[in-house]
């Protein structure tokens, strides 16, 4: 009982921050909405995050935690503290490496990156360019967000959560901000840079709890462990089943780019799957973020029937709010939409197709809630 108390009581810190954070997200999604509608310069800003934000959910809510949590907690409970801060810098220089690695590659192949994931782009020279030139502008918050969650995956071994919950935030009010603060001059640009510096923020408020925690930022670590290659091994699966869903957003893109989709599709898909993703977050990410570690203890310590009791309390309450939120988005799909967006630039064929948008991904929101747990009981094994 006293387990289920304090998964209950972090994933209510956790889910506490996430409601904040997609609370600002709808009014930073408003407020795009509202300047930018569904036009050119909106299709080209979420077109051109599609990639930095697929890699951002990928490793903040996917392939990093659920890889990281388990080794580092294996690592804290069989090692000496000194040997466990060796190994946690060791894995932190080697992110650093790789993640410049791919954005470098990001930045230099924008060009070509764009005419495969928006290949409806091509014809439009304006929308092409300015698209390619975003892409270039967001790809380094791919280095960033990826320290941050690695970060999220010490603090997470630690049982600390709060911080890592309140960096989603960040996002968000860097958003607005660079709206309001531009206003009535912001551009698509202002937005993009908004990303960076978010980017930037995110990993110093991950950092600032790890340094009291231990030796952190440690260069001389260098590069070479044993587990190193292991964190490798278990990574890469975990990446192609967390990207799967992420290909599917990318796929989805990639066909709204097309004439046949018909204008905006691309901005509706946007605004229809960030208004699924705020019951995703709260009743299943959340809970699979703070049952993990509790699993991973219990898969080292050979306890399955602790193990197999957090997973089901998980699923007990992922069920309990994900299916009559499921039902709420279908029935109320084009209300909600016309509540929240429909003002400004956002006219009533963008709330039309937007709806349709939220009404099919509705019937998807407890199978991923689940999944998302399930796959994270299978890798704390």
Do not use: C
């Not at 599609?50 to 080794?71: C, F, I, K, Q």
């Not at 937005?191 to 030796?215: D, E, H, R, T």
């Amino acid at each position: 009982m006293t387990e289920k108390r304090s998964i209950a009581k972090s994933s209510f810190v956790v889910s506490s921050w996430t409601m904040i954070s997609r609370l600002l997200g709808f009014v930073r999604d408003v407020l795009i909405a509202k300047f930018f509608g569904i036009g050119l310069a909106a299709e080209a800003f979420f077109m051109a995050f599609t990639l930095p934000n697929s890699l951002r959910l990928l490793a903040a809510e996917g392939a990093m935690d659920t890889v990281l949590v388990p080794v580092l907690t294996e690592h804290k409970v069989k090692t000496t503290e000194a040997e466990f801060w060796r190994f946690t810098n060791i894995l932190f220089n080697v992110f650093i490496v790789s993640l410049f690695i791919i954005v470098l590659i990001g930045v230099l192949a924008a060009p070509l990156l764009v005419r495969i994931i928006a290949p409806g782009f091509i014809n439009d020279p304006e929308k092409f360019n300015l698209t390619v030139m975003l892409l270039r502008i967001l790809f380094p918050y791919v280095l960033l967000v990826g320290l941050t969650a690695y970060g999220m995956g010490v603090l997470h071994t630690f049982g600390h959560f709060a911080a890592p919950a309140f960096s989603s935030v960040i996002l968000n009010l860097a958003i607005i901000g660079s709206i309001l603060i531009f206003y009535p001059n912001a551009t698509i640009a202002h937005l993009a840079l908004s990303v960076v510096i978010a980017g930037v923020v995110q990993f110093v408020v991950q950092a600032v709890p790890i340094l009291k925690k231990g030796p952190f930022f440690d260069i001389r670590a260098g590069f070479a462990h044993r587990e190193v290659k292991k964190v490798g091994r278990l990574l890469m699966p975990r990446v192609i089943g967390a990207g799967m869903y992420q290909i599917n957003v990318v796929v989805d893109r990639i066909l709204a780019s097309l004439p046949l989709a018909g204008g905006g599709a691309v901005a509706a898909l946007y605004y229809g799957n960030r208004l699924f993703q705020l019951p995703l977050a709260l009743f299943g990410i959340s809970l699979a973020t703070v049952a993990l570690p509790s699993m991973s203890r219990h898969a080292v310590t050979k306890d399955i029937d602790k193990f197999k009791e957090t997973i089901k309390f998980s699923i007990k309450n992922m069920l309990f709010f994900s299916l009559p939120a499921s039902a709420g988005l279908i029935v109320l799909a084009t209300p909600i939409i016309r509540t929240l967006f429909e003002r400004g630039e956002f006219n009533s064929y963008a709330t039309e197709i937007t709806s349709a948008v939220l009404f099919f991904y509705a019937f998807g929101l407890v199978a991923y809630g689940g999944a998302k747990i399930l796959v994270a009981a299978f890798h704390a094994m």
